[in-house]
């Protein structure tokens, strides 16, 4: 049974504020300073999310992402480093708006009743968090709560959130993923990087924004075992200045603004590429030959992948390796088309979030996601890790191919999107293809579009279905949209509540600039 006394000794140090959180998109996320009791909560969730799986290892990343360094939250991961299973996101809100302990242990109460959770079970939690301030006492907070159920917690400091997937999933699996520690996680994507660049002629060095956050330090570290085979410079790297996160800087920044980060003298033909706080986005961008800011986002992260990827399967001459994409409605309309039409890849759409993006993946045995906004990665099955191995090569090119696909298993993060990860899966394919950002940029041209904030009164009002293409609620607003967007050529917009932010969200697409944006005020207006 539960230890009442115990939960409610330890729930007195963090008192529940009169806030509503909700389990959204990324976990719990707001402002730093009303998070304490819903990280005890979210402790206790994992502890019994750990019971629930006979002791498995439990992840919990505290991080706002993208969003400004007084913002924070917390995210769970599953033992082989996934988020947290939807179901359970709806016991997360419950906790986290328990006000006394009677409400508590009665939501912990109906959890374990409702799972069949076996209480005897013992529990393990890791813990990791980014450079935000609020972050050690937010540690603290759910350190308690692990504690009030008797489980073991292990802080692992500061790490990126993808790092502490890889250890999740480390810890879970015998060490079969790899070491579960942050050099071990440096030392299995660098030789992987290795295996695919070794002996071809190196690039340009690589500028990194790193948003002045925790990818910075690590993007450094990891430089450091690739020496030689990577040339690059962390820009944007002040993670002492707290206020600086994100601020102006960041993949964020960057793909919303359409524009260089602070901290860059962009000249002609240089490469850069922008991590978000916590790194597990990445954009990449340039300025052509007339100086003009050029943006390589999600979208074309995920082609140039599937294109490689199926080269490589069909070189390898591997049988039956289903290779298939999957996007948001935030995909720009040419990355679809050209997919479709010239890589002749299967696409599926699912609605905003990497959880849903992630499980669609896993339907194909090369499933490439990636949102536009650079968070993605490519997830191998077990099916296609295991051809690769036992297939014998009877050429040079074919055993060069099999060598590669097995090197893209061991470099690209399989439990998550991760910056880090991508920043080398990309390097190591244009280095394979002897491309340049503007080779790889020229693959198809992108719509012009805009994505704008609007706050509303209530957000939740908006109803988004259709993988998020279309509003159903409120009633009639859809078929404004579409009157609006029919007038533009190319003309693509749709609306839907975030899951991060207390505001709606609109996006517009259309054949030039000028449009996108005036169709992106005018739905503005509409739903304003
Ligand atoms: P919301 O705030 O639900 O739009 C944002 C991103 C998502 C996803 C989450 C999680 C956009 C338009 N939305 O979600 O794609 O990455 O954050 O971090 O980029
Ligand atoms: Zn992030």
Same mark, same amino acid.
């Given at each position: 049974?539960?230890?009442?006394?115990?939960?409610?000794?330890?729930?007195?140090?963090?008192?529940?504020?009169?806030?509503?959180?909700?389990?959204?998109?990324?976990?719990?996320?707001?402002?730093?300073?009303?998070?304490?009791?819903?990280?005890?909560?979210?402790?206790?969730?994992?502890?019994?999310?750990?019971?629930?799986?006979?002791?498995?290892?439990?992840?919990?990343?505290?991080?706002?992402?993208?969003?400004?360094?007084?913002?924070?939250?917390?995210?769970?991961?599953?033992?082989?480093?996934?988020?947290?299973?939807?179901?359970?996101?709806?016991?997360?809100?419950?906790?986290?708006? &328990? #006000?006394? +302990? %009677?409400?508590?242990? $009665?939501?912990?109460?109906? @959890?374990?009743? /409702?799972?069949?959770?076996?209480?005897? =079970?013992?529990?393990?939690?890791?813990?990791?968090?980014?450079?935000?301030?609020?972050?050690?006492?937010?540690? &603290? #907070?759910? +350190? %308690?709560?692990?504690? $009030?159920?008797?489980?073991? @917690?292990?802080? /692992?400091?500061?790490?990126?959130?993808? =790092?502490?997937?890889?250890?999740?999933?480390?810890?879970?699996?015998?060490?079969?993923?790899?070491?579960?520690?942050?050099?071990?996680?440096?030392?299995?994507? $660098?030789?992987?990087?290795?295996?695919?660049?070794?002996?071809?002629?190196?690039?340009?060095?690589?500028?990194?924004?790193?948003?002045?956050?925790?990818?910075?330090?690590?993007?450094?570290?990891?430089?450091?075992?690739?020496?030689?085979?990577?040339?690059?410079?962390?820009?944007?790297?002040?993670?002492?200045?707290?206020?600086?996160?994100?601020?102006?800087?960041?993949?964020?920044?960057?793909?919303?603004?359409?524009?260089?980060?602070?901290?860059?003298?962009?000249?002609?033909?240089?490469?850069?590429?922008?991590?978000?706080?916590?790194?597990?986005?990445?954009?990449?961008?340039?300025?052509?030959?007339?100086?003009?800011?050029?943006?390589?986002?999600?979208?074309?992260?995920?082609?140039?992948?599937?294109?490689?990827?199926?080269?490589?399967?069909?070189?390898?001459?591997?049988?039956?390796?289903?290779?298939?994409?999957?996007?948001?409605?935030?995909?720009?309309?040419?990355?679809?088309?050209?997919?479709?039409?010239?890589?002749?890849?299967?696409?599926?759409?699912?609605?905003?979030?990497?959880?849903?993006?992630?499980?669609?993946?896993?339907?194909?045995?090369?499933?490439?996601?990636?949102?536009?906004?650079?968070?993605?990665?490519?997830?191998?099955?077990?099916?296609?890790?295991?051809?690769?191995?036992?297939?014998?090569?009877?050429?040079?090119?074919?055993?060069?191919?099999?060598?590669?696909?097995?090197?893209?298993?061991?470099?690209?993060?399989?439990?998550?999107?991760?910056?880090?990860?991508?920043?080398?899966?990309?390097?190591?394919?244009?280095?394979?293809?002897?491309?340049?950002?503007?080779?790889?940029?020229?693959?198809?041209?992108?719509?012009?579009?805009?994505?704008?904030?609007?706050?509303?009164?209530?957000?939740?009002?908006?109803?988004?279905?259709?993988?998020?293409?279309?509003?159903?609620?409120?009633?009639?607003?859809?078929?404004?949209?579409?009157?609006?967007?029919?007038?533009?050529?190319?003309?693509?917009?749709?609306?839907?509540?975030?899951?991060?932010?207390?505001?709606?969200?609109?996006?517009?697409?259309?054949?030039?600039?000028?449009?996108?944006?005036?169709?992106?005020?005018?739905?503005?207006?509409?739903?304003?």
């Amino acid at each position: 049974t539960l230890d009442k006394a115990k939960i409610n000794g330890l729930f007195a140090k963090h008192p529940k504020l009169d806030v509503t959180y909700t389990y959204g998109t990324a976990g719990f996320r707001t402002k730093g300073d009303v998070l304490d009791s819903v990280m005890f909560s979210v402790g206790l969730l994992a502890v019994l999310r750990s019971k629930k799986h006979a002791g498995k290892v439990i992840g919990a990343m505290v991080t706002a992402s993208h969003n400004p360094a007084v913002d924070n939250g917390v995210k769970l991961v599953e033992p082989m480093g996934e988020m947290l299973a939807q179901s359970w996101e709806t016991y997360a809100t419950v906790l986290a708006n &328990a #006000a006394t +302990t %009677d409400a508590l242990v $009665a939501g912990l109460e109906d @959890i374990v009743k /409702k799972e069949q959770i076996d209480l005897a =079970q013992p529990a393990n939690v890791i813990i990791a968090r980014d450079t935000r301030p609020s972050g050690t006492a937010l540690v &603290a #907070a759910l +350190t %308690d709560g692990v504690s $009030a159920l008797g489980g073991k @917690i292990t802080d /692992k400091g500061l790490l990126t959130t993808p =790092q502490l997937h890889y250890i999740t999933r480390c810890l879970n699996t015998n060490g079969a993923y790899g070491e579960p520690t942050e050099e071990g996680y440096y030392k299995k994507l $660098a030789d992987a990087f290795k295996r695919i660049v070794t002996g071809k002629p190196k690039l340009s060095p690589l500028y990194v924004d790193g948003a002045n956050g925790i990818g910075a330090p690590a993007l450094q570290k990891l430089a450091k075992h690739l020496s030689s085979d990577l040339s690059v410079n962390v820009v944007n790297d002040d993670t002492a200045t707290a206020s600086k996160l994100n601020l102006k800087s960041g993949a964020d920044f960057v793909k919303v603004g359409q524009k260089k980060p602070d901290g860059f003298d962009l000249k002609p033909g240089m490469r850069c590429a922008s991590l978000d706080g916590d790194a597990d986005r990445i954009v990449f961008w340039y300025a052509n030959q007339e100086g003009t800011f050029k943006l390589l986002d999600g979208d074309k992260i995920a082609t140039l992948a599937a294109s490689f990827i199926m080269e490589l399967v069909k070189e390898a001459k591997v049988p039956n390796i289903n290779v298939g994409l999957v996007q948001t409605a935030y995909a720009n309309g040419s990355a679809t088309a050209y997919v479709k039409d010239t890589l002749q890849v299967p696409v599926v759409f699912t609605a905003t979030g990497v959880k849903h993006l992630h499980h669609a993946a896993e339907e194909f045995d090369v499933g490439v996601y990636f949102e536009a906004n650079g968070h993605g990665t490519v997830l191998f099955s077990p099916a296609a890790i295991k051809a690769f191995h036992t297939t014998d090569g009877s050429t040079d090119a074919q055993k060069r191919a099999l060598e590669t696909l097995r090197a893209l298993t061991d470099l690209i993060n399989q439990t998550v999107g991760d910056a880090l990860s991508d920043l080398l899966m990309v390097e190591a394919i244009l280095v394979s293809k002897n491309k340049s950002f503007s080779e790889w940029d020229s693959d198809y041209s992108d719509l012009a579009s805009r994505l704008e904030k609007v706050t509303v009164s209530n957000r939740l009002e908006f109803v988004a279905v259709k993988a998020d293409t279309e509003l159903s609620k409120p009633e009639g607003l859809q078929a404004k949209i579409n009157q609006q967007m029919a007038k533009f050529k190319h003309g693509r917009s749709f609306v839907r509540p975030s899951g991060t932010e207390d505001v709606v969200r609109v996006y517009a697409e259309a054949a030039t600039q000028a449009d996108a944006d005036l169709l992106a005020a005018i739905v503005c207006g509409i739903i304003f």
